[in-house]
């Protein structure tokens, strides 16, 4: 069966995660097939330089989404792409929906971690060593720059291909509140027309709520500080 959407994820880029869970709103409502595909935002940034460009924290994240990515890389080769879907919910629920925090990604690659996530996914436990293995960076590269083939090289997650595989492919639309699901099917109807018009090429503001999850201290109901992300990140560039 074809996908009627196309879905690149990093399991640690919070308005992926927001993202995602709008998508599945819709989805259930609409009964559309989501493909969900991997893109590594450390190996889209390799060549950047972490210091000027991002928070200090960063680096460390991205390393950790991708070691995630790696275990994702192997459980849909060994099990099938439809894994990713419970997969990644897993995945997203431990690192932004726990009210105690994110985990720091020594944990949230730690064995313990990776296993309940993979148990929850009802897949075997032994997917968790993938997360050393760099065999799987290839396969991960190459869906990330399939990826920005699609969407432009200016990008982060996630990103969105519409009516795969000719459809038009868009970063975003990156959400920091979750619409209740009225709210949701109206937004997604607004972003397929703005979508499916072909001059159409971005609609943007750097300005974003920190995203409305348990992680970052926010609860359902209340509106996260305003940041300035400058190109992507909260650090303005040197």
Known sequence: MTADLRFWFDPVCPFAWNTSKWVRTVAARR??????????????????????????EYEAGHTAGLRLLRVAARARADHGAAVLDPLYAALGARVFEDPAGQPPPERATGREFVVDALTEAGLPAAL???????????????????????????????????????????FGPVISRQPDEEQAVQ????????????????????????????????????????????????????
């Open 128 to 170: 968790a060593d993938a997360v050393d293995d760099v065999s799987w960076d290839a396969a991960i590269q190459e869906e990330t720059d399939e990826a920005l083939r699609l969407a432009g090289k200016d990008v982060g997650t996630p990103i969105l291909q519409f009516r795969p595989p000719e459809g038009p492919a868009f």
């Open 31 to 56: 009964g559309y097939r989501v493909e969900w595909r991997l893109i590594s935002l450390r190996l889209l940034n390799r060549h950047v330089d972490y210091d000027a460009q991002f928070p200090p």
């Open 187 to 238: 937004l997604w109807d607004h972003v397929v027309a703005l979508a499916g018009f072909p001059g159409f090429a971005e609609l943007k503001r750097s300005l974003r709520e920190r995203p409305q999850l348990p992680a970052f201290g926010i609860r359902p109901g209340e509106v996260g500080v305003t940041e300035d992300w400058h190109g992507g990140s909260r650090r303005q560039h040197r």
